[in-house]
């Protein structure tokens, strides 16, 4: 079946540091890839995201790259703030469809 | 920025209880959604509605789920008779097109708690 995996968190780094959460999937087809996150008290929002192989997505810093041979979607930054602190989601899309298929989520920790 | 909006954000009931919870899409968008996360696992998806009717449904919305977008603003999600395995933090969702499945606006969601 259709499924995302995620690394477990939370992930603690102190500001500056590098982030990489790992995200793979299982999918029929070639399917679209998402990173959303949610801060605190808020809903889930779409972060990047890529639709073919080797597209990277890339949006506030955050980058993440299409990989078909390894199924992977990581996401990763060169330097967390205190203000990324919140919970990211790997999601894909099948074509023809608008149902989501989302991965556990990945807390991340960020200290001054 | 237009938002999705949910009540309650917690809700507590008791095993047997039907309970409904609702969402206020953002106003021009035609095509809603209902996900849920049990604690620790993953964010499933629930069932998608256009044009007042579902569109689409997993294989967790059985007979006890039902949903209703009962005046033209809000679209609601019900349990008939709730059980200690739907505890979970349930999110609305709404787009303004179908099929570009990024367009999702997801609301803050509503943890439900079954006793």
């Known amino acids: 079946g259709n499924s995302v995996t995620q690394m477990e968190g939370p992930v603690t780094l102190s500001e500056e540091a590098f982030l990489t959460i790992n995200c793979t999937y299982t999918?029929?087809?070639?399917?679209?890839l998402f990173w959303y996150v949610q801060y605190p008290g808020e809903g889930l929002q779409l972060l990047l995201k890529a639709t073919k192989a080797d597209d990277k997505g890339s949006n506030k810093g955050f980058e993440a790259t299409y990989r078909k041979e390894t199924t992977s979607f990581h996401l990763e930054k060169g330097s967390v703030q205190v203000s990324d602190s919140a919970v990211y989601f790997c999601?894909?899309?099948?074509?023809?469809?608008?149902?989501?298929?989302f991965g556990t989520g990945t807390r991340l920790q960020v200290f001054p | 920025e237009p938002e999705v909006t949910q009540t309650p954000s917690h809700q507590v009931t008791q095993m047997g209880q039907e309970v409904i919870l609702r969402c206020v899409p953002i106003?021009?968008?035609?095509?809603f959604y209902w996900y849920r996360q049990i604690l620790g696992q993953k964010v499933e998806f629930l069932v998608s509605f256009y044009n007042n009717e579902i569109s689409e449904k997993s294989e967790i919305f059985d007979d006890q789920f039902s949903v209703e977008r009962p005046d033209g603003s809000n679209f609601t999600l019900k349990i008939r008779s709730t059980k200690l395995e739907d505890s979970a933090m349930y999110f609305c969702a709404s787009a303004e097109q179908r099929g570009v499945a990024d367009t999702q606006y997801f609301g803050p969601g509503t943890r439900l708690t079954v006793l």
């Open positions: 999601a894909l899309s099948l074509y023809n469809t608008d149902k989501l298929i």
């Open positions: 106003s021009n968008h035609l095509y």
């Open positions: 999918a029929t087809g070639y399917p679209s």
